[in-house]
């Protein structure tokens, strides 16, 4: 059993719907990021958070620590937020090795 | 671009060849890392280097060496490497108790014939 899970693997959504994608963990934390990944690879970092809730634009992240548990929300999704969102966690705030989830595959159509 | 660059974006070498990839930031951060993706799979870290100082070494094969020679630069040298070793190759970088976290480069695909 992997370290991280995430749900769903894949998802698909119609542009202007409200998606959810959750992630669980199993280890203890220091921090959790949720990160996204375009076809060409390349990776962004969308949040680092420890505690409570952080919205960027039309992202929201939000952690529960007791629960280990984590979702990123994206409200009025539109095509451009396909990618694969990829959760992961740091047992030292920020230089330490990242355990990733497998990522969740998301596809949102016009 | 994210403040991370590595190069060559695309490399295809054969089973005898010695080849490096080159990982360059210049955002002042202190840790660098290699993280290796094959398809269906997670993300796995290679090697951190904290400080010029290899921190981890994630049980990776020797065929594999990394170098970090100053701060900013990290490369990782390739000799002998095996068709199964075809991945996505990601370096990151990132300073302690940064708002900021880490920053990904857009990695090097690699493909080993």
């Known amino acids: 059993k992997n370290e991280v899970e995430q749900s769903p693997q894949n998802l698909t959504a119609q542009e202007g719907e409200f998606i959810t994608i959750n992630c669980s963990y199993s280890v203890g934390i220091s921090a959790l990021h949720w990160l996204q990944q375009h076809p060409g690879g390349g990776i962004v970092s969308l949040f680092m958070l420890s505690s409570g809730k952080k919205k960027h634009g039309r992202l929201i992240a939000t952690i529960n620590i007791q629960e280990k548990h984590s979702s990123l929300h994206i409200t009025a999704s539109h095509p451009r937020d396909s990618a694969v969102y990829i959760c992961?966690?740091?047992?030292?705030?920020?230089?330490?090795?990242?355990?990733f989830g497998t990522g969740t595959r998301l596809q949102v159509f016009p | 671009e994210t403040g991370v660059t590595q190069t060559p974006r695309h490399l295809v070498m054969g089973m005898t060849n010695k080849k490096s990839l080159k990982c360059e930031q210049h955002?002042?951060?202190?840790?660098m890392y290699w993280y290796k993706q094959s398809a269906k799979k997670p993300l796995e870290l290679m090697f951190v280097?904290?400080?010029?100082?290899?921190?981890e070494n994630n049980s990776v094969p020797s065929r594999f060496s990394p170098e970090c020679p100053n701060s900013s630069h990290l490369f990782l040298h390739l000799h002998t490497l095996q068709p199964e070793d075809s991945a996505l190759y990601l370096c990151a970088s990132s300073q302690e108790d940064s708002y900021y976290g880490y920053t990904f480069g857009s990695g090097t695909r690699l493909t080993v014939v």
């Open positions: 280097y904290n400080f010029k100082e290899q921190t």
């Open positions: 955002l002042g951060h202190n840790a």
């Open positions: 992961a966690v740091s047992r030292s705030y920020n230089t330490d090795k990242l355990i």
